[in-house]
């Protein structure tokens, strides 16, 4: 009796679908069978190649999970769902098996009827062929899904990455937020949803007024002896008045204006969630814009700039 090869593919990015492949090889050798291997260790073209032969010449079943149903249940449930999904697309042609071959050490058909055909084998994509023909025809699946996704949301280069969290993607995402197929039980983007509302294109210092008290503020701390490393940084989630760094301290600067100083200090506006925010915005930066600052000293600071002469009344850091 023939074995049923179970491989998955997109357990690990930040968007996309998980995607479970299922076949069941002819009986009767192949040319082609000697070509099989881990799809990871494939070229596309090959890869592209190999299944179009395998979905036209074997049993083949795939079981897909979106990124929404993913972040509802959980990765450990959306592997189980998947893998049902496509032994169930299988089982629907009626080739019969007796075996079923899960690469890894987690049977996802536990407490299922077929528990009892399962056996699990670490790297069985490499070892085993038919689970080699389903990481092929996974890999190949999610892939043309992702890149049939680029077009649709071409900021983010799902073509190039599908969906993995490569510097390039990241960036995109703190650019220009999370779409629909991002991941938001998976980090970073679980913190970024609780921030998912674009950098207010109307704050304060995108006026004329605004650009004034920050470049005030932006002087008096090249008189500080500070270099300034960015003014007015924007991302989709966040916006950072003044970067700049001393010594071996980077400082991230809100700058308040206000008509007159009369009503109270720059500190007065900054509330806890404010601060919070801040904090995020300055991690963010670090973490995911520039590599250069990580081992610096990173601080908050606000800076309150009032009057038509827009004077700086104060400028002090606060805790990170």
Known sequence: MAILGIDEVGRGPLAGPLVIGAVILPPEDRPWY?????????????????SSIIMSEATTG??????????????SKALSLATSRAVKSVQRLHTPFSQIVID?????????????????????DAK???????SIIAKVARDRYMTNLAPKYPHYHFDQHVGYGTKAHLAAIYEHGLTPEHRRSFEPCKTLS????????????????????????????LQLGHEIIAQNHKTFFYEIDIISTKDD??????????KSNSHGTGLDTITHDKQHRM??????????????????????AVAQVSGPLFNIDTWFPISY
């Open 194 to 221: 609780n921030f998912d509302t674009p950098a207010s294109p109307h704050k304060k210092n995108t006026t004329t007024t605004g650009k004034q008290a920050e470049q005030a503020t932006a002087n008096y701390l």
């Open 128 to 134: 085993i062929r038919e689970v080699s023909a389903a």
């Open 279 to 300: 904090q995020f915005a300055a991690e963010s930066y670090l973490k995911y814009t520039t590599t250069k600052y990580r081992n610096y000293n990173p601080l908050l």
């Open 62 to 75: 795939l079981g897909w999970v979106s990124s929404s149903e993913l972040d509802q249940i959980g990765i």
């Open 249 to 258: 301290t980077i400082y991230f600067t809100e700058v308040k204006y206000r």
């Open 34 to 50: 000697t070509q099989l291997k881990d799809s990871k260790k494939l070229t596309a073209k090959k890869r592209e190649e190999l």
């Open 104 to 124: 890894g050490k987690v049977n996802f058909l536990t407490n299922t009827p077929l528990e009892k055909h399962v056996s699990t084998c670490i790297k069985a």
